[in-house]
Nanobody
Framework: QVQLVESGGGLVQAGGSLRLSCSAS????????MGWFRQAPGKERDFVAS????????VYADSVKGRFTISRDNAKNTAYLQMNSLKPEDSAVYYC???????????????????WGQGTQVTVSS
């Protein structure tokens, strides 16, 4: 299994932007679907976005559509989540996940993902 490390979280004002990165410290993400999920205190881990291994297809939660963009650079073994127009309700720990799947596949279900990072905190102040 690939080992993932998230970075890029922090404190930002509402309306601001952050870019999260998910890098593989061991293994390669080249054949994996990459996904971003988030978990606020006392809540379940919610889907944010995922992207197919070839980058051809991406899907988003309705709550972030039009504001967040998922991307990947397989040569750099890294996936990204660009977050714009941030809202206080976006505050959470953000996790990236990975799992091997055919080209064009994506998933919204955390149970599909076999590898996870440790998470990075995003806090949006009002």
């Amino acid at each position: 299994q690939v080992q993932l490390v998230e970075s890029g979280g922090g404190l930002v004002q509402a309306g601001g932007s952050l870019r999260l990165s998910c890098s593989a410290s061991q293994g390669t993400i080249a054949g994996d679907v990459m996904g971003w999920f988030r978990q606020a205190p006392g809540k379940e881990r919610d889907f944010v976005a995922s992207i197919s291994y070839d980058g051809a297809r991406s899907v988003y939660a309705d709550s972030v559509k039009g504001r967040f963009t998922i991307s990947r650079d397989n040569a750099k073994n890294t996936a990204y989540l660009q977050m714009n127009s941030l809202k206080p309700e976006d505050s959470a720990v953000y996790y990236c996940g990975a799992y091997a799947a055919p080209a064009g596949w994506t998933s919204r279900w955390p149970g599909d993902f076999r590898s996870w990072g440790q998470g990075t905190q995003v806090t949006v102040s009002s």
